[in-house]
């Protein structure tokens, strides 16, 4: 389906500094049940933030008023190394975007996670260990700093100090998200192209 | 003379439709494999962009992530996975596609039945909104998992829109020791260059321990694959491969399987060509493995001891809460851990060798009383084979239990969880937290380790009963 238009997000920020943030974390298997995309945002991270009956772990940084206050809805969530890896689950995508992200920042990422990430409309932005530490200290000395994301510049900043890097997305891809575009409408204008490929296929 | 290439350069080069500038490739699907989790979400796209399924004979439907593994014949209670089961088998109907459900004949875990039915061939691109895709590139195919939107995709228009991955090869001489499965050496090299090492890479094995590997030890490394953070893994189809696939069913028969033949045989690296990353270990080097952590490249010989934070790649940080979660400290040995619970099974070893190796070390031993052992074929062929064989009754004179095809513990989506805090000696892919169930503990181990575990009650090495 086509998705909301990505230009220039400006918002806070929930850290996460944890390496290998597998998507079994980001929305177990047992929340995969459901035939609809909805509500999955209620258990994004679920064995991270909920005890066994369900009442809030107070340790778990969405459930620190700092990161989850009323009125400060947090649209970029920055993860340590190798964020997403592990299942093709997209429900881990879903889970996030349907919490209110739309901008998951870190130093490294599973390859389906970012697929996938893209396919819904959530930008994954690459960013130097280095720049990746500075964005996790500025947060932590003003949880309110604020970040940048700029997707026609490809570039992110720290709008506190001004520090600014660059990532990389592929060029197609850039368009669709800016555009709100999805890749089923530009693979269904080549239909007849595709027929006549499957033909020459031997099996 | 043409530029050399790779095996994994001729596969993908010959799937590609159309090259989109400063983008992805589109990239054509021989064949689709869908469950009931990561599908019917893409079903209700298509039902509303009100397009059909473009190529319903490429897609195949099985159930397995959800199915009990214990009263088959009844209908299933969960609701939920009641609905998707359903949603699975009303979407295969509405839109012509085989659906192997609960039940059927040739129901089970999708990168089981794929292969022994003969639809996975050399040379095809494979896709399944499942990461443990990458299991069907033993037989030369390119496959990977995707996630919901692409299913969408490739039912609508039989294609992807692909990035082309860098290519890594890693190359395994020598001859595994006694003892030593082809778990034991995909483990080996994920512990190696970490859980993700092979990030942005599509991977091909090479080298002797390899060529000399069954088919279903092969798809073992290849299901690994994943686990190092590899879009894919790819062996070189040769004579073991064409031998395990000729005759199987939807295998191609007759003149039509010897016209294949030749190119098949054209499905290899050619000399001089290159790959982003090339990497070589030595077979001797490989005891039997176990992991110790929280996610598969946490993982050490079975004799060892658990690692201090500096000396593995992951950071401290991660690595202490990682160990912190599987109640474990710093440089304790891993023999002797008491086991609570055994799974032999999933996508990675609930294959027919996999139960003779379990077979071989619980033969004329009795499960330990400590341990409860979860038994689980892949599919229903797997079931038979394990009956037809003699090793169902080894099995129950050693005090074990067989329970029904599916992909069970292995992600605990059915009744099979690991209960909190328990230990499980699991033959499945991933030790994340909580992946058995809430709280659940894994060490993921080789199906001759799990056997081990399972007579003794507590990590044992299996080579001790060799």
Redesign the interface.
């Known amino acids: 389906?086509a998705y909301d238009k990505f230009t220039i997000l400006r918002s806070t920020a929930v850290p996460m500094?944890?390496?290998?943030v597998?998507t079994?974390?980001i929305i177990?298997?047992?929340f995969?049940?459901?035939?609809?995309?909805k509500g999955f945002g209620d258990n994004l991270f679920r064995?991270w933030r909920y005890n066994?009956d369900d009442t809030p772990k107070q340790d778990f940084v969405l459930n620190n008023p700092t990161y989850s206050g009323e009125g400060s809805p947090r649209k970029i969530l920055v993860g340590?190394?190798?964020f997403g890896?592990?299942?093709?689950?997209?429900?881990a995508?879903w889970a996030i975007y349907d919490y209110g992200f739309r901008c998951v920042v870190s130093s490294?990422?599973?390859?389906?996670f970012r697929?996938?990430s893209l396919?819904?409309g959530i930008l994954p932005v690459q960013v130097s260990p280095e720049f990746l530490e500075k964005i996790f200290a500025a947060i932590d000395a003003d949880p309110n700093t604020e970040l940048e994301i700029n997707l026609p510049t490809q570039t992110i900043t720290l709008l506190v100090t001004g520090e600014s890097e660059s990532f990389n997305i592929?060029?197609?891809?850039k368009h669709n998200l800016i555009n709100g575009y999805?890749?089923?409408d530009?693979?269904?204008s080549?239909?007849g192209?595709?027929?006549t490929?499957?033909e020459t296929?031997?099996? | 003379m043409s530029t050399p290439k790779t095996l994994f350069d001729k596969v993908w080069d010959a799937h590609v439709v159309r090259h989109v500038d400063d983008g992805p490739d589109v990239f054509f699907i021989d064949r689709h494999f869908i469950h009931e989790v990561t599908s019917p979400v893409a079903f209700l796209g298509l039902e509303s962009r009100h397009v059909p399924v473009m190529f319903s004979q490429r897609t195949f439907a099985t159930a397995d992530h959800n199915t009990p593994t214990l009263n088959q014949h009844l209908p299933v209670a969960d609701p939920l996975s009641a609905n998707q089961l359903a949603a699975l088998e009303r979407n295969a109907t509405k839109y012509g596609i085989s659906h192997w459900g609960l039940g059927h004949i040739k129901n089970g875990i999708v990168h089981v039945v794929g292969p022994e039915n003969g639809i996975t061939l050399p040379g095809m691109t494979i896709v399944c909104g499942d990461s443990h895709t990458s299991t069907h590139g033993a037989f030369g195919a390119i496959a990977f998992g995707i996630g919901t939107s692409e299913v969408e995709m490739v039912l609508a228009t039989q294609c992807i829109m692909q990035p082309k991955p860098k290519k890594m090869r890693i190359t395994v001489n020598g001859t595994l020791g006694k003892g030593v499965l082809p778990k034991d050496a995909i483990l080996y090299i994920i512990s190696q260059i970490s859980a993700s090492g092979a990030t942005g890479y599509f991977v091909e094995y090479a080298g002797d321990v390899f060529e000399n590997m069954s088919m279903e030890g092969r798809m073992t490394v290849c299901n690994m694959s994943i686990e190092m953070g590899a879009r894919g893994g790819i062996i070189a189809p040769d004579a073991t491969t064409l031998n395990y696939l000729k005759g199987r069913e939807l295998a191609p028969q007759g003149e039509q399987w010897d016209k294949l033949v030749p190119y098949w045989q054209t499905l290899k690296t050619d000399e001089g060509a290159t790959f982003d990353v090339d990497l070589t270990f030595d077979a001797a080097a490989i005891e039997p493995q176990i992991t110790y952590g929280t996610n598969p490249g946490l993982g050490t010989g079975v004799t060892r001891q658990i690692p201090v934070a500096e000396t593995v790649k992951d950071g401290a940080a991660s690595y202490k809460k990682s160990l912190q979660y599987m109640g474990f400290s710093e440089n304790e040995s891993m023999l002797g851990k008491p086991v609570d619970f055994v799974f032999l099974g999933s996508c990675t070893n609930g294959r027919i060798e996999d139960f003779r190796a379990f077979a071989s070390i619980v033969k004329g031993r009795q499960k330990a009383d400590n341990v409860t052992a979860w038994l689980v074929p892949g599919s229903h062929i797997v079931e038979s084979q394990i009956k037809e064989e003699g090793i169902l009754d080894i099995l129950t004179t050693a005090g074990f239990e067989l329970r029904q095809p599916g992909c069970s513990a292995c992600l605990a989506m059915n009744e099979d969880k690991i209960p909190a805090g328990k230990y499980a000696v699991s033959t499945s892919n991933r030790n994340f937290e909580g992946r058995q169930g809430p709280g659940a503990r894994t060490l993921l181990a080789s199906p001759l380790v799990a056997a081990a575990a399972a007579v003794t009650g507590v990590v044992t090495d299996p080579r001790q009963f060799i």
């Open positions: 389906m500094p944890i390496e290998n597998d079994d974390q177990p298997a047992r995969l049940k459901a035939t609809e995309r064995d066994n340590g190394k190798n890896s592990g299942s093709s689950r997209e429900h995508a490294f990422f599973a390859d389906i697929n996938n396919n819904i592929n060029g197609y891809k999805d890749d089923i530009y693979l269904l080549m239909k192209e595709i027929e490929f499957a296929r031997p099996f």
